[in-house]
């Protein structure tokens, strides 16, 4: 089951309006072979064509994902792939050495929400496949856009898209984030530590994108983490990557 787009562990369900047909990652288009030559697809190493979550390159043997994407998985269970904007061909299968998740991740909230996944060897760079840099600056305007891309549900059917996806994402700032959220059952406050984006109706993540990257100039800036149901006009809630800059480079040296 691709739980992976959750709010506080629960499945959650969507509608989309529109012609779910034409809908992407959601709301996205097709990602061009160039776009995320960091983009990493964690699938299990017992079922190579289910991908259940998504990751990014930041080194020569380490990715960056979401903490709760290893949730019942051990490392041995997990292969990344990377060097293809295709789930269903292509690129380049490294297994999993190891995973660190945050000393202070919690699963029920969702905080500190972030894992580093050890491949074994080294990845092999070339044109499709290269790290992403970490943002490490502490703050993003809001209104600042962002490109966000993954492999999640395209519409209520479960569809998922063969090609990689992409969308343009708009950040909002942390105090609207919460009031965004205030009306519904998830109401919580979003720490410093965490970011959001918001754009319309029909256009944000959905399950199958979390532990994705989120990249404003070249950099990473953000995870995907959590959301209500899949863009129906609430906040998408993301790891703030800044905050977390130290501690990810302590671990990767």
Sequence with gaps: MMFLYIVKL??????????????????????????????????????????????????????????????GKEADQITAVVGTNKLSSGGDHYEINKIIIHENFEAEVLHNDIALCQIKGEFNFNDRVQPIRLGSRSYIRPGSRCI????????????????????????????????????????????????????RESEGACNGDSGGPLVRNGKQVGIVSWGIACARGFPDVFVYVPAYYNWINEHIQ
């Design 148 to 199: 966000l891309t993954g492999w999640g549900f395209t519409d209520n059917h479960f569809t998922v898209p063969d090609t990689l996806q992409v969308l343009t994402v708009t950040v909002l700032s942390n105090r609207r984030c919460t009031e965004k959220l205030a009306p519904t059952r998830y109401s919580t406050i979003i720490q410093k530590n965490q970011m959001c984006t918001l754009n």
């Design 10 to 71: 629960f499945v959650i369900s969507w509608i989309i309006q529109g012609d779910a047909q034409e809908s992407r990652i959601v709301g996205g288009t097709d990602a061009s072979e160039s776009l995320a030559p960091y983009q990493v697809s964690l699938r299990r190493t017992d079922r190579l064509d289910y991908h259940f979550c998504a990751g990014s390159i930041i080194s020569e043997n380490w990715i960056l994902t979401a903490a709760h994407c290893k949730e």
